[in-house]
């Protein structure tokens, strides 16, 4: 079963032109909630999840460096580099979800919208350390210039 769906997914991969170490793969135990697992290029092996040691601030908020595999890995303020070029952070659930689609509807039409000029970009804030003081903002989904 385990060979059958590995084969599957990168089958899957393959069509829908995507790196098969970018899928996610998510199981489901009885009785319990869905653990998302993500798999080496070969998928043989998971990928670890990495810990790293974040810096805390005053509010008990961990930030910095926004690199790790797996979400729950991430800090809770996420290093950027402004819109202005200020240096600090934002809230990594911000900057992973905000204006993101919640549904294939959602994303066609956000395709649709950039490819004829009429999307929106969704600008969040960028604070210092301490996830209180807004700094600068971040436009996310900004088309490049």
Do not use: W
């Not at 135990?29 to 998928?43: F, T, W």
């Not at 202005?84 to 039409?109: C, M, Q, R, S, W």
Request: glycine share 8%.
């Amino acid at each position: 079963m385990k060979k059958s769906f590995k084969l599957a997914a990168i089958a899957l991969s393959l069509i829908a032109g995507v790196s098969a170490v970018s899928i996610p793969l998510a199981y489901a135990y009885a009785g319990k909630e869905s653990v998302v697992m993500y798999y080496d290029e070969a998928m043989t092996q998971p990928v670890p999840h990495i810990h790293s040691e974040y810096e805390v601030n005053e509010n008990g908020q961990t930030y910095g460096i926004g690199d790790a595999n797996y979400v729950e890995d991430l800090p809770d303020l996420m290093c950027v580099i402004g819109d202005n070029g200020i240096k600090g952070y934002a809230y990594t659930e911000d900057f992973l979800y905000k204006g993101a689609a919640k549904n294939p509807e959602e994303a066609v039409a956000q395709m649709e919208a950039k490819a004829n000029g009429t999307y929106v970009p969704v600008v969040i804030d960028v604070y210092e350390s301490d996830g209180v003081t807004v700094i600068d903002t971040f436009t996310i989904g900004r088309n490049s210039e």
